[in-house]
């Protein structure tokens, strides 16, 4: 049964960071492209940032580009999102997902296997 967990949401100050962390278990993590998207209330998920298996393609939305960062650690079957910088409109719910395709890797669609999300709240 594939499990993905994600941690490190909270409260935070405009201007503020926040680190998120997801942890997978029942997958090969190594074979999967990871990625983190978002919900805001009332508004559909949207696409944040996501990395291709190996590390070598990383994509980030344009309202996220040079404030967050995406890494993974396939060795410890881990993903993170460094957000610096974090806006009020960074406010949503923040959830790791796993694709086994490496292309369009932008799309909700795209992605089988979800976490339960953890909630970002930036106050200005």
């Known amino acids: 049964q594939v499990q993905l967990v994600e941690s490190g949401g909270g409260l935070v100050q405009a201007g503020g960071s926040l680190r998120l962390s997801c942890a997978g278990s029942?997958?090969?993590?190594?074979?999967?492209?990871m990625g983190w998207f978002r919900q805001a209330p009332g508004k559909e998920r949207e696409f944040v940032a996501a990395?291709?298996?190996?590390?070598?393609?990383?994509k980030y939305a344009d309202s996220v580009k040079g404030r967050f960062t995406i890494s993974r650690d396939n060795a410890k079957n881990t993903m993170a999102l460094q957000m610096n910088s974090l806006k009020p409109e960074d406010t949503a719910v923040y959830y790791c997902?796993?694709?086994?395709?490496?292309?369009?890797?932008?799309?909700?669609?795209?992605?089988?296997?979800w976490g339960q999300g953890t909630q970002v709240t930036v106050s200005s």
């Open positions: 997902a796993a694709a086994q395709s490496n292309v369009e890797i932008t799309r909700v669609s795209e992605y089988a296997y």
């Open positions: 029942g997958l090969i993590f190594s074979t999967f492209t």
């Open positions: 990395i291709s298996r190996r590390g070598l393609i990383i």
